[in-house]
C-alpha cells in the first residue's frame, strides 16, 4: 500500500510539474478585432506545432493595450501605435511589430445596390459628420452616375469601443478633411458627430445588415466573411481603388516607414487610402520572453504564409528582418 501510495504521490508531482510548465509557456494576449480572424489562425497552428497555448481576446485595440500597461496580458494587438501618454503609463519599454497590413472598408447595406459605389474622403467625412444626410445627395450621386439611389437617410455606423480601426479610419478622414481634424480629430476612441456604435468589427458588420441604408467602416475581413457590399475609394487623384490585400499592400510600400515601425499608411502616395498596419505591442522585458520571442518570430515567418487567404496582405521581407532584430532584444 504505501508502495502503491509513494508511486501515486510521485505521478501527481509529476503532472503537478508538467503542469506549471506548460502554464509557464502558455502566452496571454488582447486587443484588436481587426487581426482577430488570421490571428485564430495561428493560435490554432501554432498549439499545433508546438503544443503551446495560446489565449488572445479580441476586445479592442484599445482594451488591449491598457490591459498591457496593466501587466495583465503578455502582448497586446492594436491598429494604432501607443501614444506617448500610454508609453508613459507603461510598466517599460515597448516595442511594436506590424504582423499583418490590411484595408478598411467602407460598407453599406442599400437595398438593390451591391458592391461598387464610389466616395472621395471629403464626401466620407461629411457623411461621418452629419452634413451628408441622404443617399441621393447630389455629391454621392455625381460621383455614382447610373446608379439608382435612393432618397432615404444615411444612417452611420461606427465603433463604441476603443479601436484600432477607428484610428486608421479617423486619421485618414483628418488627412482628407481639415473640418473632421479640427471638430472630431483621429484616435482609437472619438466623440462621434452622428450614428450608433458597434462593439468590435462584428458588432458593425452585424449593425449593418440589420439596418437597411446603413454605412459604416469594417476590417475587409469581416466585409468578405458577411458578404457585405463596399466602396471603392478616391485615391485623391480621381483614381478609384478598391480594398484588397493587393492595393493595402501598395499603400505600405509607398509609405516611408519610421524607425520605430509606427507609422500610419493612410492616404498614401499609391494603394487604397484607408489601409494600416496592426502592431503586436511587447515589453522588451518579460518573464515569458523566451517563448514570446518565439511565437513572435513564427508569426513573421511561418505565419505569413495564412495573409492572403483572410484578405491581409503579408509584412514587406524588408520590415521583417527589423522586426527580427527587433524580437531578438526581448529578454
Known amino acids: 500500500m504505501r508502495t502503491f501510495s509513494k508511486t501515486l504521490g510521485c505521478a501527481v508531482l509529476a503532472l503537478a510539474a508538467m503542469a506549471s510548465r506548460a502554464s509557464s509557456q502558455d502566452l496571454t494576449g488582447a486587443g484588436s478585432t481587426f487581426v482577430n480572424p488570421i490571428m485564430t489562425k495561428w493560435i490554432y497552428d501554432y498549439r499545433q506545432a508546438t503544443g503551446i497555448s495560446i489565449n488572445y481576446q479580441a476586445v479592442g485595440s484599445g482594451a488591449g493595450i491598457s490591459n498591457l500597461i496593466d501587466g495583465t496580458i503578455d502582448f497586446a494587438g492594436s491598429d494604432a501605435p501607443m501614444t506617448a501618454e500610454q508609453k ?3 510598466k517599460g519599454d515597448v516595442i511594436h511589430l506590424p504582423d499583418v ?3 478598411v472598408a467602407i460598407s453599406y447595406n442599400i437595398p438593390g445596390i451591391g458592391t461598387g459605389l464610389g466616395f472621395s474622403g471629403p464626401i466620407l467625412a461629411d457623411i461621418f459628420l452629419g452634413k451628408i ?3 441621393d445627395d447630389p455629391q454621392i450621386v455625381a460621383r455614382n452616375p447610373g446608379k439608382n439611389l435612393p432618397h432615404e437617410q444615411i444612417f452611420v455606423v461606427h465603433r463604441s469601443d476603443g479601436s484600432g ?3 486608421i479610419f479617423t486619421d485618414y ?3 482628407v478633411s481639415p473640418e473632421w481634424k479640427s471638430k472630431v480629430g ?3 476612441t472619438v466623440s462621434w458627430p452622428t450614428g450608433l456604435g458597434g462593439k468590435g468589427s462584428a458588432g458593425v458588420a452585424a449593425i449593418l ?7 459604416g467602416y469594417v476590417e475587409f475581413a469581416y466585409v468578405e466573411e458577411n458578404k457585405i ?3 471603392a475609394m478616391d485615391d485623391g487623384t480621381g483614381n478609384y481603388v478598391y480594398p484588397s490585400a493587393e492595393s493595402a499592400m501598395q499603400a505600405a510600400q509607398s509609405s516611408t516607414i519610421a524607425e520605430d515601425l509606427c507609422t500610419m499608411i493612410t492616404a498614401a502616395p499609391k494603394g487604397y487610402p484607408i489601409s494600416g498596419m496592426s502592431w503586436l505591442i511587447v515589453y522588451k522585458k518579460s518573464l515569458k520572453a523566451p517563448e514570446l520571442r518565439k511565437f513572435l518570430k513564427y508569426v513573421l515567418t511561418t505565419g505569413q504564409k495564412d495573409t492572403k487567404a483572410l484578405w491581409y496582405a503579408s509584412i514587406p521581407p524588408e520590415i521583417v528582418s527589423r522586426e527580427l532584430k527587433l524580437i531578438d532584444s526581448i529578454e
Open 88 to 90: 508613459g503609463r507603461a
Open 101 to 103: 497590413i490590411g484595408p
Open 133 to 135: 444626410k441622404y443617399w
Open 165 to 167: 480601426t477607428t484610428a
Open 173 to 175: 478622414l483628418s488627412k
Open 186 to 188: 483621429s484616435a482609437t
Open 209 to 215: 445588415q440589420q439596418h437597411p441604408f446603413s454605412i
Open 229 to 231: 457590399p463596399y466602396a
